[in-house]
């Protein structure tokens, strides 16, 4: 059975950092590059940042040199250290596999950039 378990969200102001941590099942996080991916109500999911292994990771413009994906093999558990947020990052942050997402997905983690 899939499980995906996103947490470390909250309020921050902007230029504030925030780390996200997911915790994944081990059947997909072994064979499968892994994303975050983020949704605003009344748009459709992002993809925000995707791994493949720790030299070989991409990442959306609109988060390039602030975000930093990465990943702790032995524990399944994706990690997403956002830094610099600014307002426009307020959204619910999602893990699943990537580029393309599986049909299972989390609750999701809210993030809320605002002074």
């Known amino acids: 059975q899939v499980q995906l378990v996103e947490s470390g969200g909250g309020l921050v102001q902007p230029g504030g950092s925030l780390r996200l941590s997911c915790a994944a099942s081990?059947?997909?996080?072994?064979?499968?590059?892994m994303g975050w991916y983020r949704q605003t109500p009344g748009k459709q999911r992002e993809l925000v940042a995707v791994?493949?292994?720790?030299?070989?990771?991409h990442y959306a413009d609109s988060v390039k040199g602030r975000f930093i994906i990465s990943k702790d093999n032995a524990r399944n558990t994706v990690f997403l250290q956002m830094n610099s947020l600014k307002p426009e990052d307020t959204a619910v942050y999602y893990c699943?596999?990537?580029?393309?997402?599986?049909?299972?997905w989390g609750q999701g983690t809210q993030v809320t950039v605002s002074s």
């Open positions: 699943n596999t990537a580029p393309r997402p599986g049909d299972y």
């Open positions: 081990g059947s997909i996080f072994s064979i499968n590059a």
């Open positions: 791994i493949f292994s720790a030299y070989n990771t």
